[in-house]
């Protein structure tokens, strides 16, 4: 256990301690080292290939901290092109999403086409024989891949495949993907928002089972107002209720819903005239998957956090959720609705409004919990108070969802990653 003046994290499993520094929300220097330790070294989602579904189809973006775009090429492929004119440097792409044969650059309209190679350059003859269009093509990131439709790029040439770095999330993604026969689409449209606080608060609250009832109250009153049965707490009765380490810093609550799930999980507030209609779709999971398997996909929900800053929330609608640090003390938010390909017009608009009511940056929770995460960091000013304390359930077998094994799980490889290179640096010194 390291107990210096320096650690960001002191991790004594025999005694049961767990805290972190506030430094690691506070601290500019830790951002910068979190930009190369993390963000330029792990998987990061940067879009699902829904998204880009035509040729020529483009979405641009912010991942980690790098306008980018998605883009799929007259050839059908999906690239990640990084948004910067080879030239001098001007965004290529200034619109957030369309279909586009080509990207001229507006400064001195140089132009790339969909696969982002340059294929025009005013002037041309004015540049020496040195200069070769092909390697003025857009750069693309070290490393892309999609697992289930799920696109993340990395910048680290030598790190592990994406499958191996998704550990035990991929079995949680997979719950997700095998929802829809034809596949899994993101709607139109984003939820952006931002929050005055240091983006791993909100990686601790997107998980967090232990603040429902005190933060969110409102929201459970209107469900039991409205005829929900609350069955005891809000996270339902246990036949399948479990936080898992999934490794590589990922972590997930899966626990049977107490409200409604568009996939084939009725309850009366949906309506009586829609009964059959679910049970007709709960059907068809049993036969594709065998009834375990459909239950959890139907009944449960769960909170999945991909280390770093990818949270796909699959409860009363799914959220994919991504957030980037502007300031140790600001993040910039994006929240999406992924849904079956071939829902129905009145699954969907269910769906949207569960996305809109309760998870969105108007709705029920996400102001309560971006309240919280901004008065954290307020509190921070208080550096006398140096430690949080992440200790909850340390010494409990099996943990309960409203522990914080999971907060655990991503802190530990948060630590590995940032001190891993000092460490390298210190053996190399000595
Ligand atoms: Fe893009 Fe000059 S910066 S053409
Ligand atoms: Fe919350």
């Known amino acids: 256990m390291d107990k210096s003046a320096e650690a960001f994290v002191i991790d004594d499993q025999e005694a049961g301690i767990f805290r972190v520094n506030r430094r690691a929300f506070t601290d500019a220097e830790c951002l910068e080292r979190e930009r190369r330790c993390i963000f330029d070294k792990c998987w990061i989602y940067a879009g699902h290939e829904s998204e880009v579904a035509h040729a020529g189809d483009f979405q641009s973006r912010n991942v980690a901290g790098r306008p980018m775009i998605l883009a799929r090429g007259d050839d059908g492929k999906v690239r990640v092109l990084l948004n910067t004119c080879t030239h001098r440097g001007a965004l290529v792409c200034r619109q957030k999403s369309g279909s586009a044969k080509t990207f001229q650059c507006p400064y001195h309209a140089w132009t790339y086409n969909s696969r982002g190679q340059l294929i025009g350059v ?180 769960r909170n999945l956090g991909i280390f770093p800053n990818l949270v796909i929330n699959d409860i009363m609608a799914i959220t994919i959720r991504t957030f980037y640090p502007v300031a140790s003390d600001y993040m910039e938010v994006n929240a999406w609705a992924l849904a079956p390909k071939d829902e129905s017009a009145e699954d969907s608009a269910l769906r949207l409004d569960n996305f809109l009511t309760f998870l969105g940056p108007g709705g029920f929770a996400t102001p309560d919990d971006v309240e919280m995460l901004e008065s954290c960091q307020r509190g921070f000013a208080n550096r ?47």
Request: aromatic share 12%; with cysteine.
């Open 122 to 301: 005013p002037g041309e003859d004015a540049y020496s024989p040195a200069f070769k269009r092909d390697e003025f093509a857009l750069a693309q990131p070290a490393q892309v891949d999609n697992y289930r439709g799920f696109i993340f790029i990395c910048f680290d040439r030598a790190a592990d495949s994406l499958y191996d770095y998704l550990a035990g999330a991929k079995e949680y993604l997979d719950l997700v993907a095998d929802q829809s026969e034809l596949g899994m689409k993101v709607v139109a449209g984003v939820q952006a928002y931002s929050a005055r606080a240091n983006w791993k608060l909100l990686v601790e609250n997107s998980y967090d089972g232990y603040h429902g009832l005190p933060t969110h109250q409102r929201y459970f009153g209107f469900l039991s107002d409205i005829g929900v049965e609350m069955r005891g707490n809000n996270l339902g009765a246990p036949r399948q209720q479990r936080v898992v380490d999934l490794g590589n810093g990922h972590a997930v609550l899966e626990y049977q819903s107490a409200w409604g799930r568009p996939i084939a999980h009725w309850v009366p507030s949906f309506g009586e005239h829609r009964k059959a209609h679910f049970e007709q779709m709960r059907r068809r999971f049993d036969e594709r998957f065998g009834a375990d398997r459909a239950y959890r996909i139907c009944e449960t929900s």
């Open 384 to 430: 006398e108070v140096a430690w949080s304390d992440i200790s909850r359930g340390m010494k409990r077998e099996p943990p309960a969802l409203t522990d914080e094994l999971q907060m655990r799980a991503f802190w530990r490889r948060w630590n590995q990653l940032m001190i891993e290179p000092q460490a390298a640096r210190a053996r190399r010194a000595a």
